[in-house]
């Protein structure tokens, strides 16, 4: 049973910095990408950051600059380093785990979800 446990997020004022991690087991962390996905109020899900097994990293437009996202397969996690925090970025962040190897954009690649974990940005 693959399970997808995220931490470390809070309220947090605009222009700090929060840092998320996914600790995943059940399946070879190491051998699928990673992805962060969020979801703020009222809006569709949307693609943050994804790091593929090599460690090849993507980002959203919106985080570009801002956030970094990170893998440490001994430990089966991945990281989302969040800095220069902007009130638009409050939402509830996801991990997900992949369906193969590379990492994607999109939603349908991704075969097992977190729970997720709120992040709020105040002014």
């Known amino acids: 049973q693959v399970q997808l446990v995220e931490s470390g997020g809070g309220l947090v004022q605009a222009g700090g910095s929060l840092r998320l991690s996914c600790a995943a087991s059940?399946?070879?962390?190491?051998?699928?990408?990673m992805g962060w996905f969020r979801q703020a109020p009222g809006k569709e899900r949307e693609f943050v950051a994804a790091?593929?097994?090599?460690?090849?990293?993507y980002y959203a437009d919106s985080v570009k600059g801002r956030f970094t996202i990170s893998r440490d397969n001994a430990k089966s996690t991945v990281y989302l380093q969040m800095n220069s925090l902007k009130p638009e970025d409050t939402a509830v962040y996801y991990c997900?785990?992949?369906?193969?190897?590379?990492?994607?954009?999109?939603?349908?690649?991704?075969?097992?979800w977190g729970q997720g974990t709120q992040v709020t940005v105040s002014y």
């Open positions: 997900a785990s992949g369906t193969t190897w590379e990492a994607s954009v999109a939603e349908y690649d991704y075969t097992y």
């Open positions: 059940g399946r070879t962390f190491r051998s699928y990408a």
């Open positions: 790091v593929s097994w090599n460690s090849n990293t």
